[in-house]
């Protein structure tokens, strides 16, 4: 009867523990505000498959993390384009996730795998080690997605500046001022991280704010030489009064010769980064194909 007494009493504590988790667990959620996404964009769609738990942890980590907009993180994420689709809290939240995820995931393969069953503190160590390794590899994965974003929104914005400049030249040689060049570039031209750029550029005109504090809002975003020089050029003509035609015709023509330029030294790279697989995995490869037959005689002749 006390054996049965005692089950009954951990059970009843263990519901109890189990239930008082889950009102903390809901009362923490129901503290936690809805967030206004009407003037934002989405997420990607990673993070949108856990934005619940992403936006919780991200509001108890607001307090700790830097929003200002010179910070480290802030202006990542603006050169990424998810100035608008992300906080920083929430990014840190999103790594902290994917960390806790790799973890609990490399030790569900150490069990699988049979390798955590030995007794005492080796198996423990096991776990700690691979959960350690698969968190940290989880934390430092959004970071390289991270910075793999922004060096492709980079190699898209080279690619397509010297297009939308000529777009723009045609259109302010043809009668249009500035802001309807804009309009039509951004209409005609191809999609992607410049065409992007110059609609908030538009938007931001609409709202009331001065053309030239708007493009040189896009210069602070993009943080990119080219389109810098383009954007000083464009508003020093016309606050000197100068006709856009030629100003933007001469860096059409230097746009592409930079981009000619970083296709050339790409080529001239090229050998360099093909000497270290050459020599390590098709070398020795080509040798073994070469030498196999002539070991094999030597052996078949007793040498």
């Not at 793999?148 to 001022?177: M, Q, S, W």
Request: glycine share 8%; net charge positive.
């Amino acid at each position: 009867m006390s054996n049965d007494f005692i089950i009954a009493a951990l059970a009843l504590a263990s519901g109890l523990a189990a239930a008082l988790v889950a009102v903390l667990i809901a009362g923490t959620a129901a503290a936690v505000p809805a967030e206004d996404r009407s003037y934002k964009d989405a997420p990607p769609l990673g993070l949108r498959l856990i934005w619940w738990p992403i936006h919780w942890i991200g509001h108890g980590l607001r307090p700790f993390i830097s929003r200002a907009p010179g910070a480290a993180l802030p202006v990542r994420l603006r050169k990424a384009g998810l100035e608008y689709a992300i906080t920083p809290a929430q990014f840190v939240a999103a790594r902290l996730l994917c960390a806790g995820a790799a973890a609990v995931f490399a030790c569900w393969v150490l069990d699988a795998l049979g390798q955590g069953s030995s007794t005492g503190g080796l198996a423990a160590s096991r776990y700690w080690e691979a959960g350690g390794a698969a968190a940290l590899s989880g934390w430092i994965y959004l970071g390289i997605w991270l910075r793999d974003r922004i060096a492709l929104r980079k190699r898209e914005l080279h690619k397509t500046l010297p297009f939308y400049l000529d777009l723009i030249t045609l259109c302010v040689e043809a009668g249009l001022n500035l802001q309807g060049a804009l309009h039509q570039a951004a209409l005609k031209g191809p999609k992607g991280t410049l065409c992007e750029e110059i609609k908030r550029v538009l938007r931001d005109i609409r709202n009331g704010k001065g053309r030239a504090d708007a493009l040189r809002a896009m210069s602070a975003r993009v943080q990119e030489p080219a389109v810098t020089n383009f954007i000083t050029a464009m508003i020093q003509a016309e606050r000197m009064g100068m006709n856009l035609g030629p100003v933007l015709r001469a860096q059409a023509d230097q746009r592409r010769s930079e981009r000619f330029l970083r296709a050339e030294k790409l080529a001239m790279e090229a050998p360099v980064k093909l000497l270290f697989p050459l020599i390590a995995f098709i070398f020795p490869c080509t040798f073994i194909v070469l030498f196999f037959p002539i070991v094999v005689q030597f052996m078949h002749s007793g040498l």
